[in-house]
């Protein structure tokens, strides 16, 4: 059975880092792009980043930019998300997703374009 494992996450001040981790059983993330999601409550999810597998290109929600980072270790099958210099607008729960398939990431942030999806882990970041 193919799944989507994620771990990380947890409660930060403002200012503080985290850094949360996706991998696969099951299949490889080796071949396919990775996107990163977050719903905060009350709010749609919103796209956050996304890692191709052709040549790593990467993409961020202007948000994000320059705070995040996504990142793949190939050998550990893992895409990470590290997030600097956290805010209180960025509290939610985060979902990794990938469909195993397309290498590239898609033109715009739609979760309809991945079959496979985490189970989400919370991001508090609180005084």
């Known amino acids: 059975q193919v799944q989507v494992v994620q771990s990380g996450g947890g409660l930060v001040q403002p200012g503080g880092s985290l850094r949360l981790s996706c991998t696969a059983s099951?299949?490889?993330?080796?071949?396919?792009?990775v996107g990163w999601f977050r719903q905060a409550p009350g709010k749609e999810r919103e796209g956050v980043s996304c890692?191709?597998?052709?040549?790593?290109?990467?993409k961020y929600v202007d948000s994000v930019k320059a705070r995040f980072t996504v990142s793949r270790d190939p050998a550990k099958n893992t895409v990470y998300l590290q997030m600097n210099n956290l805010k209180p607008e960025d509290t939610a729960i985060y979902y990794c997703?990938?469909?195993?398939?397309?290498?590239?990431?898609?033109?715009?942030?739609?979760?309809?374009?991945?079959?496979?999806w985490g189970q989400g882990t919370q991001v508090t970041v609180t005084v």
């Open positions: 099951g299949s490889t993330l080796d071949k396919a792009a």
């Open positions: 890692i191709s597998s052709s040549d790593d290109t990467t």
């Open positions: 997703a990938t469909d195993f398939l397309s290498p590239l990431c898609p033109m715009t942030w739609r979760p309809d374009y991945y079959d496979y």
